[in-house]
Protein backbone atom coordinates (compact mmCIF):
# COMPACT_ATOMS: atom_id res chain seq x y z
CA UNK A 1 0.00 0.00 0.00
CA UNK A 2 1.03 3.76 -0.49
CA UNK A 3 1.62 6.47 1.46
CA UNK A 4 -1.92 7.39 3.08
CA UNK A 5 -3.48 10.60 0.73
CA UNK A 6 -3.78 13.58 2.87
CA UNK A 7 -6.98 15.14 4.69
CA UNK A 8 -8.42 17.88 2.06
CA UNK A 9 -9.90 21.13 4.10
CA UNK A 10 -12.42 22.63 1.62
CA UNK A 11 -14.08 26.55 2.42
CA UNK A 12 -17.52 26.66 1.48
CA UNK A 13 -18.86 30.07 0.66
CA UNK A 14 -17.19 30.56 -3.11
CA UNK A 15 -15.15 26.90 -2.87
CA UNK A 16 -17.64 24.93 -2.71
CA UNK A 17 -21.00 26.74 -3.64
CA UNK A 18 -21.58 30.36 -4.62
CA UNK A 19 -23.62 31.93 -2.16
CA UNK A 20 -23.92 35.41 -3.15
CA UNK A 21 -27.51 35.74 -3.29
CA UNK A 22 -28.29 34.32 0.07
CA UNK A 23 -25.63 36.44 1.71
CA UNK A 24 -26.16 39.73 0.08
CA UNK A 25 -29.92 39.25 0.59
CA UNK A 26 -29.47 38.26 4.23
CA UNK A 27 -27.09 41.42 4.83
CA UNK A 28 -29.99 43.54 2.94
CA UNK A 29 -32.19 41.88 5.64
CA UNK A 30 -30.24 42.97 8.47
CA UNK A 31 -29.19 46.71 7.40
CA UNK A 32 -32.48 47.18 6.39
CA UNK A 33 -33.90 46.08 10.16
CA UNK A 34 -31.37 48.49 11.38
CA UNK A 35 -31.94 51.01 9.59
CA UNK A 36 -28.52 51.32 7.79
CA UNK A 37 -28.36 51.70 3.65
CA UNK A 38 -27.04 48.89 1.67
CA UNK A 39 -23.55 49.17 0.62
CA UNK A 40 -22.41 48.74 -2.95
CA UNK A 41 -22.50 45.77 -4.55
CA UNK A 42 -19.03 45.78 -4.96
CA UNK A 43 -18.69 46.30 -1.25
CA UNK A 44 -20.67 43.23 -0.54
CA UNK A 45 -18.58 40.82 -2.18
CA UNK A 46 -16.14 41.79 0.23
CA UNK A 47 -18.10 40.62 2.79
CA UNK A 48 -18.27 36.89 1.77
CA UNK A 49 -15.61 35.08 3.86
CA UNK A 50 -14.77 37.03 6.96
CA UNK A 51 -17.32 36.37 10.19
CA UNK A 52 -20.70 38.49 10.23
CA UNK A 53 -18.74 40.27 13.18
CA UNK A 54 -15.97 41.20 11.41
CA UNK A 55 -18.09 42.57 8.59
CA UNK A 56 -20.78 44.37 10.64
CA UNK A 57 -18.22 45.70 12.77
CA UNK A 58 -17.22 48.98 11.19
CA UNK A 59 -20.64 49.72 10.75
CA UNK A 60 -21.96 50.18 14.26
CA UNK A 61 -20.49 52.39 17.28
CA UNK A 62 -22.39 49.79 20.09
CA UNK A 63 -21.17 46.37 20.32
CA UNK A 64 -25.37 45.11 20.92
CA UNK A 65 -25.96 46.33 17.62
CA UNK A 66 -23.30 44.30 16.19
CA UNK A 67 -25.07 41.62 17.89
CA UNK A 68 -29.03 42.78 16.90
CA UNK A 69 -27.42 42.93 12.65
CA UNK A 70 -26.20 39.34 13.10
CA UNK A 71 -29.60 38.18 15.06
CA UNK A 72 -31.27 39.69 12.06
CA UNK A 73 -28.98 38.38 9.33
CA UNK A 74 -29.51 34.93 10.62
CA UNK A 75 -33.36 34.79 11.06
CA UNK A 76 -33.55 35.21 7.66
CA UNK A 77 -30.94 33.30 6.75
CA UNK A 78 -32.57 30.18 8.76
CA UNK A 79 -35.77 30.97 7.10
CA UNK A 80 -34.93 30.84 3.14
CA UNK A 81 -30.86 32.36 2.71
CA UNK A 82 -29.07 28.92 3.39
CA UNK A 83 -31.61 27.47 0.39
CA UNK A 84 -30.22 30.85 -2.25
CA UNK A 85 -27.03 29.47 -3.19
CA UNK A 86 -25.72 27.24 -6.51
CA UNK A 87 -23.17 24.83 -6.48
CA UNK A 88 -20.11 25.45 -8.40
CA UNK A 89 -20.12 23.45 -12.08
CA UNK A 90 -17.14 20.74 -12.00
CA UNK A 91 -16.85 20.75 -8.20
CA UNK A 92 -18.94 17.79 -7.51
CA UNK A 93 -17.25 15.86 -9.54
CA UNK A 94 -14.15 17.50 -8.36
CA UNK A 95 -15.06 16.13 -4.52
CA UNK A 96 -15.91 12.49 -6.04
CA UNK A 97 -12.72 12.00 -7.41
CA UNK A 98 -10.68 13.68 -4.88
CA UNK A 99 -12.84 10.64 -1.95
CA UNK A 100 -11.96 8.03 -4.84
CA UNK A 101 -8.41 8.58 -5.01
CA UNK A 102 -8.39 8.68 -1.01
CA UNK A 103 -8.39 11.83 0.41
CA UNK A 104 -10.36 11.98 3.67
CA UNK A 105 -12.57 15.75 2.81
CA UNK A 106 -14.06 18.39 5.48
CA UNK A 107 -15.56 20.99 5.18
CA UNK A 108 -14.01 24.72 7.85
CA UNK A 109 -15.74 27.50 6.74
CA UNK A 110 -16.15 30.92 8.87
CA UNK A 111 -20.36 30.18 8.97
CA UNK A 112 -21.74 29.10 11.59
CA UNK A 113 -21.58 25.64 11.92
CA UNK A 114 -25.39 24.81 12.13
CA UNK A 115 -25.67 26.32 8.97
CA UNK A 116 -23.02 25.09 7.28
CA UNK A 117 -24.03 21.33 8.42
CA UNK A 118 -27.32 21.59 7.11
CA UNK A 119 -25.85 23.40 3.77
CA UNK A 120 -23.30 20.31 2.91
CA UNK A 121 -25.84 18.16 4.16
CA UNK A 122 -28.10 18.97 1.57
CA UNK A 123 -24.99 19.20 -1.06
CA UNK A 124 -25.49 15.97 -3.53
CA UNK A 125 -21.83 14.94 -2.32
CA UNK A 126 -22.37 16.15 0.95
CA UNK A 127 -21.93 12.76 2.76
CA UNK A 128 -18.36 12.68 1.38
CA UNK A 129 -16.98 14.70 4.15
CA UNK A 130 -16.21 13.54 7.61
CA UNK A 131 -16.89 16.89 9.04
CA UNK A 132 -18.56 20.18 9.60
CA UNK A 133 -16.26 22.63 11.01
CA UNK A 134 -17.73 26.27 11.38
CA UNK A 135 -18.00 28.99 13.57
CA UNK A 136 -19.72 29.34 17.23
CA UNK A 137 -22.91 31.12 16.95
CA UNK A 138 -21.45 33.13 20.20
CA UNK A 139 -18.19 34.24 17.66
CA UNK A 140 -15.55 33.00 19.63
CA UNK A 141 -14.42 30.47 17.10
CA UNK A 142 -14.52 32.57 13.67
CA UNK A 143 -11.42 33.26 12.36
CA UNK A 144 -9.66 31.01 9.93
CA UNK A 145 -6.63 30.00 11.79
CA UNK A 146 -8.71 29.07 15.13
CA UNK A 147 -11.44 27.15 12.70
CA UNK A 148 -8.29 25.12 11.30
CA UNK A 149 -7.06 24.31 14.52
CA UNK A 150 -10.41 23.36 15.60
CA UNK A 151 -10.68 21.13 12.52
CA UNK A 152 -6.86 19.54 13.51
CA UNK A 153 -7.95 19.15 17.04
CA UNK A 154 -11.37 17.31 16.17
CA UNK A 155 -9.85 15.19 13.84
CA UNK A 156 -6.70 14.28 15.17
CA UNK A 157 -4.54 15.84 11.74
CA UNK A 158 -1.26 16.94 12.04
CA UNK A 159 -0.67 20.21 9.55
CA UNK A 160 1.68 18.74 7.32
CA UNK A 161 -1.20 15.87 6.43
CA UNK A 162 -3.08 18.23 5.24
CA UNK A 163 -4.17 21.13 2.53
CA UNK A 164 -6.29 24.14 2.91
CA UNK A 165 -8.48 25.02 -0.48
CA UNK A 166 -10.52 28.21 -0.72
CA UNK A 167 -11.64 31.43 -2.15
CA UNK A 168 -10.10 34.49 0.17
CA UNK A 169 -7.06 35.11 1.74
CA UNK A 170 -8.78 34.12 5.14
CA UNK A 171 -7.96 30.79 4.10
CA UNK A 172 -4.43 31.33 2.40
CA UNK A 173 -3.50 32.97 5.71
CA UNK A 174 -5.01 30.17 7.94
CA UNK A 175 -3.27 27.78 6.01
CA UNK A 176 -0.06 29.38 6.50
CA UNK A 177 -0.44 30.04 9.96
CA UNK A 178 -0.05 26.06 10.55
CA UNK A 179 2.44 25.97 7.78
CA UNK A 180 -0.19 23.61 6.01
CA UNK A 181 -0.26 23.60 2.63
CA UNK A 182 -2.96 25.32 0.36
CA UNK A 183 -4.45 26.18 -3.07
CA UNK A 184 -6.52 29.28 -3.59
CA UNK A 185 -9.56 29.03 -6.26
CA UNK A 186 -10.49 31.59 -8.72
CA UNK A 187 -13.66 30.70 -9.32
CA UNK A 188 -14.94 32.27 -5.78
CA UNK A 189 -14.70 35.87 -4.53
CA UNK A 190 -10.96 36.84 -3.81
CA UNK A 191 -9.51 36.65 -6.85
CA UNK A 192 -5.90 36.17 -8.31
CA UNK A 193 -4.49 39.64 -6.75
CA UNK A 194 -5.50 38.48 -3.67
CA UNK A 195 -4.67 35.04 -3.42
CA UNK A 196 -1.24 35.75 -4.55
CA UNK A 197 -0.80 38.47 -1.61
CA UNK A 198 -2.01 36.40 0.83
CA UNK A 199 0.86 33.81 -0.24
CA UNK A 200 -1.13 31.22 -1.75
CA UNK A 201 0.99 28.29 -3.16
CA UNK A 202 -0.68 27.39 -6.31
CA UNK A 203 -3.95 28.19 -7.70
CA UNK A 204 -6.62 26.73 -9.04
CA UNK A 205 -8.65 28.23 -12.32
CA UNK A 206 -11.49 25.45 -12.50
CA UNK A 207 -12.47 22.49 -9.92
CA UNK A 208 -10.84 20.13 -12.37
CA UNK A 209 -7.73 21.26 -11.74
CA UNK A 210 -7.27 20.67 -8.23
CA UNK A 211 -6.27 16.79 -8.45
CA UNK A 212 -3.39 17.44 -10.09
CA UNK A 213 -2.33 20.29 -7.78
CA UNK A 214 -2.02 18.34 -4.91
CA UNK A 215 1.31 16.48 -5.15
Known amino acids: MGEPRPTLFFDLDGTLID ?6 RCIAHALGAMGRPMPAEAELRGWIGPSLRT ?34 AGIGETVEALH ?5 LAVV ?18 DRFVDVIGATPCGTRSDKPELIAEALARLGLDPDDC ?7 MDIEGARCHRMRNIGV ?6 EAE ?16 AALLI
Open 19 to 24: SAAGIT
Open 55 to 88: SFGPLFDDPSEVESAVSHYRDRFERVGWTEHAIY
Open 100 to 104: ARGHR
Open 109 to 126: TAKNEPHARRIVEHLPFG
Open 163 to 169: WMIGDRR
Open 186 to 191: LWGFGG
Open 195 to 210: LRAAGAARLAASPGEL
